[in-house]
Each structure stands twice: as structure tokens, then as C-alpha cells.
């Protein structure tokens, strides 16, 4: 099946249109849609399970005026109106292999868990490593559209949408998460630069703050060598930075960061914490699937909002990983289970985004109502059963739905098919979501009162069929939109009415924050809120490993909690690549 027909397969063959790009130097057909859940064949014997634990405006993050304390910005979230009735709410599948992406304490607990990190130490130590691992250098990332822009200081956002910073960045991040899992850590703040500071019992039986720098990649231990060093150590004692007793390899990104480090670790920092409150929920309607990818695409650009960003991350991310001289194999120190998706750049390495996607057909039948986000005005199922019309002549039927993603639209795309007589009229319009600020970042809330903006109208009658792209739909760098469809038969219902309605929606991803699989023994959690009776969750996973391309793995999940387990064929991190994890909303074949 070519790629234009498994989306014409997927919201009509009115999508059929050029709106996908092919993954940057491969042809695929993995991640980009499904097949029906109902035509996969479940490859792997599942079992439920206990329920796991789950889990002043700022405009810059960098260090406080002299002397001036950082405020703590505060502000009553606004009230988002109610909204509609997922059929499958917030499902959340991870891997026991790999950190939980959708909250700060999720993230942290599995990161304690798979380093098996119990003292204050080892819990610092594996904050560090995997916060170096998830997010990397770059330009600082803005989030906000329409001239209102915020330095993203959410981690969960930072390492699932906008995985690239500087050195307040890192420090902003690793220390929300660490103080997400009750470990005291907190940005240090010292002129010029953002470390990181932790504070915690050692050996000796003293508490005191630890410097780290997670942004140069700097970690050394004082001059006895029993706990990683505090600033005053440093300051004391200049020389135990440049030839320390020992250190966390790779001993600095660069060599001149062992300089840099031994200058501003010795500096008494402004501590804050800017704790996350982003979560990467995604409630499912009926006919959406939701498609996180490990595919980059080609002729999308890195979304970032930062009116001052000097490109497009085309050149960045090339400071780490230099030990290893360009050579996948080389990397070393943890770095391993960067591959497959570490790319040779030039003649360096580096991380780049992802893009996965979000279909969301309609249900165009009985079941209607579990695709509307509020409730549907004078509308009825057509003769055939499969299409809608208004129920009554001379009256608008409404219909209204909600499109959102957690992830930050790249582009997006909508068509329908339609059909209309003399004098009939339809027209479909977008609203786009209200900006919020919250805590430390923005979020989007859909409005009380959208403002419609007119994107399609039909002309005459018969057949009518609606395009629309990005260009007309100005959807990149938001969230979530709503979109209403208004059909107004002039006098016959029978010869007004929607056979197929289709949203495409292309969103950017920090790629290491995806729950990959890893050579061997891989457990799948899927969790949620609450599945709606009449309905399953469908569970699929694509990847690679060193027996083949393209293993898939379905699994229909109709009780929760619920697990399965996937075999992963491979030695090292290499050999494993995950391509996809597809999440539908299925009606339920049980009675």
C-alpha cells in the first residue's frame, strides 16, 4: 500500500493530497499511518497488572541583577471551559526500559528505578545523566505565537518539545526535576553562567550543597575524593577543579569547560526552582490516532519562537560528543544508548527533533457524538448510515471539534467531503486556543467564547470537496484549535450532507524522550484515566531490530492496568530502533 493510499485509507480520499513529507533520507512507510487496528494481529501475549505509581512575568531565565533576588512569579491559572467526552482519557504507555515522558515525577521515579539510584549521590548523579542525554545544546527555545513569547521553563516541555538550550536551560531543567522527586536541587546562578546545585546527606554524615554543571558536562569531587564537591570546596581550593581527585567522564564537553567550570563553580550562586507542571496527556476522541514517531521529516523547520534565534538548529548540538571524533562507535560514558538516532553531522554528531502525528477522522455514523467536542445542533445520520445532515430545513446543523495535541503543531491540514443542492449552503470554520501562562510556561485553553474564523465555504451544488493546508490555516506553533462545521439545508435535508471530514496535524518531538524499546526483555505499561464502554484502546509498536525491519506488535487493551511484553533481538543500543507507538481509540467487538 503506497503512502497516499494508506491516508486516503485513513480520512478519505479527499486527503490524498501532498501534505506528507517522506523521513529526511529514507523512504518509509512506518510511522506515518496505520493500518485499521481491526486488520492487526496481536503478536505477543499480554496480561493485566497492578497499577504502577505514576506519577512578575519571567521573560528570562538567566542570572538575577546583582545582588537582587529571583521572584517567585505566581498567578490564579485561568478556568478552562469543560471540555467534551473523550472516549479513551489520557492513556499513557511506557516502557520499563526507559524514563516516563509525561510528567516531571514520573520521569524522575523511572530514572532513579533504571539506574537504581538510592543514596543523595547516586539520585544527583543519574538526574545529571539523563537530563544530558534528553536535552542538548542550542539555541534558547521561546514558546507563544502571535508577538507573545515566553523562555520555555517547563522541563517536561523542554525535553519533550524543545530539547535544544544553553546553560540556563540545563540548569532550569535539571533542577525541576530533581525537586519533582523530593530531591533538593536548585539552579545556581552565578555571573555569566547556570550550574547546578544539590543538597543531601554524604558519607561523612554532613549535609551540604554539590555543584554540577550539566550544561559543560563538569563534575568533579574534592580534594578527598568521598563526595562531589560544593562551591565553597572549590573556592577554597582552586586547584581541585583543574586537577580533581575525580570526576564524572567525559571530564567537560571541551577541554576549555574544565577551565570555565574551575571559574564558576567557585562563584556563590542565587538558588531557585521553577518546578513543572506540564503534563504530555493526550485524551483520545473517537476515529483520532495519535502516532509518536521517531522519524524526522523533511521540509519542516524546528519550531522555536525565540525572536532573537540565529537558526533554525542546523548547526548546534556539535559541542558534545567530541571525545568520540565524529564516530558513532566511539560514543562512550552512558552515550551509547543515544544510538540509533544520533546523526553524523559533518564531521561531528548530533541529536535531532522528530515529528510524529495526529489523524483525526470523524465518526460519520451512529456513534457521531464521540467525535464532537460539545454537543452536535440538529443533526441526524443520513439514509446511508454513513454520512450526517441536518435534521431540519431552514436551521444550521453544528457540529464543533477539538483538535490538541501536548506537542507544539509543525503544520496541519484539513479536507472533507461534502455534498450540497440548490440554495444549500456549508461552511467550516477555525478557532484557535486562548495563550495562558502558568507557573513557568505558556499552555493553551480553549476559549468560552471562540472567535470563528471562516476557512471554507461551498459554491453551488453537488459534490464538494475542501483542501486545506498550513497556508491556510496559520496552525504552526500552536496547540490545540476548534473546528466547526455548519451545513444549512434551504428546504431538503436529503440533498445536504458530510460523508468525510479529516484533520492531519504534524507536531515536534524531542526524540530522546520517547519511550523506545532496548535490546532484550522490554515491558509495556499502558495506563489511563478511563476507557468509555463501547470502546478499547489500541496499542501498537513499530521498530528495528538486529533481526529485521518493521516488527509490529498490536495489542487491544480492554481493562486496565494492563502490560505486555516485547522482544527486543540485539547486543547494544544500536541494534534496537523504535519507529512508532500508535494509540487509537477502537469500538469494542465485546457485547
Not at 202 to 227: C, M, N, Q
Not at 446 to 466: H, L, N
Amino acid at each position: 500500500m503506497t503512502r497516499v493510499q494508506i491516508v486516503a485509507a485513513m480520512v478519505g480520499t479527499c486527503l490524498a493530497v501532498q501534505v506528507w513529507a517522506a523521513p529526511t533520507g529514507e523512504t518509509r512507510k512506518t510511522a506515518d499511518a496505520p493500518k485499521p487496528a481491526e486488520a492487526r494481529k496481536t503478536t505477543e501475549p499480554a496480561k493485566p497488572i497492578q497499577a504502577r505509581p505514576s506519577p512578575k512575568t519571567t521573560t528570562s531565565i538567566d542570572k538575577p541583577a546583582e545582588g537582587k533576588k529571583i521572584p517567585e512569579w505566581k498567578k490564579p491559572p485561568a478556568s478552562e471551559p469543560a471540555v467534551g467526552s473523550p472516549v479513551v482519557e489520557n492513556p499513557r504507555v511506557t516502557c520499563d526500559r526507559w524514563p516516563s515522558q509525561y510528567d516531571a515525577k514520573s520521569w524522575i521515579e523511572d530514572v532513579w528505578r533504571i539506574e537504581k539510584a538510592a543514596t543523595g549521590e547516586q539520585k544527583t548523579l543519574a538526574l545529571y545523566k539523563w537530563v544530558r542525554l534528553q536535552q542538548h545544546w542550542g539555541e534558547q527555545c521561546h514558546d507563544g505565537t502571535a508577538g507573545k513569547t515566553l523562555v520555555e521553563c517547563d522541563a517536561i516541555k523542554k525535553l519533550n518539545i524543545y530539547p535544544y538550550g544553553e546553560c540556563s536551560d540545563f540548569g532550569v531543567t535539571a533542577a525541576a526535576l530533581g525537586h519533582a522527586g523530593g530531591l533538593n536541587t536548585q539552579e545556581a546562578h552565578v555571573p555569566g553562567h547556570t550550574q547546578l546545585e544539590a543538597f543531601y546527606k554524604d558519607a561523612d554524615g554532613k549535609e551540604r550543597w554539590h555543584r554540577l554543571d550539566p550544561f559543560w558536562g563538569v563534575v568533579i569531587y574534592d580534594k578527598t575524593g568521598s563526595h562531589i564537591a560544593s562551591w565553597e570546596e572549590i573556592q577554597a581550593d582552586p586547584l581541585s577543579a583543574l586537577e580533581p581527585s575525580k570526576t564524572v567522564q567525559p571530564w567537560g564537553d571541551k577541554v576549555t569547560d574544565r577551565k570555565r567550570f574551575a571559574e564558576k563553580a567557585a562563584c556563590q550562586p542565587e538558588r531557585r526552582v521553577r518546578p513543572s507542571r506540564y503534563t504530555m496527556d493526550k485524551p483520545l476522541f473517537a476515529g483520532e490516532t495519535y502516532i509518536l514517531s521517531w522519524e524526522r521529516l523533511g521540509g519542516i523547520a524546528f519550531y522555536n519562537a525565540n525572536p532573537a534565534a540565529r537558526d533554525k538548529m542546523t548547526s548546534w548540538g556539535l559541542q558534545r560528543y567530541q571525545y568520540a571524533k565524529g564516530d558513532p562507535e566511539k560514543l562512550a560514558f552512558g552515550h551509547e544508548v543515544l544510538r540509533p538516532f544520533i546523526e553524523k553531522v559533518d564531521d561531528q554528531l548530533q541529536v535531532h527533533e522528530a515529528h510524529g502525528t495526529l489523524f483525526f477522522k470523524p465518526l460519520v455514523n451512529a456513534r457521531f457524538a464521540d467525535s464532537v467536542y460539545r454537543p452536535a445542533v440538529n443533526v441526524v445520520v443520513g439514509a446511508n448510515g454513513r454520512s450526517l445532515r441536518p435534521g431540519k430545513a431552514g436551521v444550521p446543523a453544528e457540529l464543533v471539534y477539538l483538535v490538541q495535541t501536548p506537542y507544539v503543531i509543525a503544520n496541519g491540514a484539513i479536507a472533507g467531503n461534502f455534498r450540497t443542492g440548490a440554495d444549500d449552503s456549508i461552511r467550516v470554520c477555525v478557532a484557535k486556543a486562548q495563550w495562558r501562562e502558568q507557573d513557568y510556561t505558556f499552555d493553551q485553553v480553549v476559549p468560552a467564547s471562540p472567535e470563528w474564523k471562516v476557512v471554507w465555504q461551498s459554491k453551488g451544488e453537488g459534490q464538494q470537496v475542501m483542501r486545506l493546508r498550513e497556508a491556510d490555516l496559520q496552525l504552526r506553533g500552536e496547540y490545540k484549535f476548534l473546528v466547526k462545521v455548519e451545513m444549512t439545508a434551504a428546504t431538503d435535508t436529503s440533498t445536504v450532507d458530510m460523508d468525510v471530514l479529516g484533520f492531519v496535524v504534524r507536531f515536534q518531538e524531542g526524540i530522546m524522550a520517547l519511550p523506545r524499546l532496548m535490546p532484550g526483555k522490554n515491558t509495556i505499561h499502558v495506563t489511563a484515566a478511563k476507557i468509555k464502554p463501547g470502546y478499547d484502546l489500541s496499542v501498537t509498536c513499530i521498530w528495528d531490530d538486529a533481526k529485521g525491519k518493521e516488527h509490529e506488535v498490536n495489542q487491544i487493551v480492554p481493562t486496565l492496568p494492563f502490560e505486555f511484553e516485547i522482544e527486543a533481538a540485539g547486543e547494544k543500543p544500536a541494534d534496537v530502533r523504535s519507529r512508532a507507538l500508535i494509540l487509537q481509540a477502537v469500538a469494542s467487538d465485546r457485547g
